[in-house]
Nanobody, 123 residues
Framework: QVQLVESGGGLVSPGGSLRLSCAAS????????MGWYRQAPGKQRELVAA???????NYADSVKGRFTISRDNAKNAVYLQMNSLKPEDTAVYYC?????????????????WGQGTQVTVSS
């Protein structure tokens, strides 16, 4: 019913910037929370940043002051502006959506994921 499609990953030098985008397609009334997670090789997936429809944000300590999450609720889209990138930011970045309301449904659905986009920070 819902597809999350990410874009914007790539290779960047340390200190550089990237902007990730994620758009949710499908018949959706609203999405409560959208966020970004990442998974580096050999490590567990971790929260990077999340943003509710009301504007509440949550950032991992490691990205505070460098990354900024934003949303376009009308487009069911979420963005991640990543500045001052470090080699340790290298990972596959995943978009996630929770609290999705569908038309004519009394239920709220959670745990939708995108396919991931690779971010590599290297000189």
């Amino acid at each position: 019913q819902v597809q999350l499609v990410e874009s914007g990953g790539g290779l960047v030098s340390p200190g550089g910037s990237l902007r990730l985008s994620c758009a949710a397609s499908g018949s959706i009334v609203s999405i409560y929370a959208m966020g970004w997670y990442r998974q580096a090789p050999g490590k567990q997936r971790e929260l990077v940043a999340a943003l509710t429809s009301g504007g509440d944000t949550n950032y991992a300590d490691s990205v505070k002051g460098r990354f900024t999450i934003s949303r376009d609720n009308a487009k069911n889209a979420v963005y991640l502006q990543m500045n001052s990138l470090k080699p340790e930011d290298t990972a596959v970045y995943y978009c996630k959506a929770d609290g999705i309301v569908f038309p004519y449904s009394a239920f709220v659905e959670n745990d939708y994921w995108g396919q991931g986009t690779q971010v590599t920070v290297s000189s």
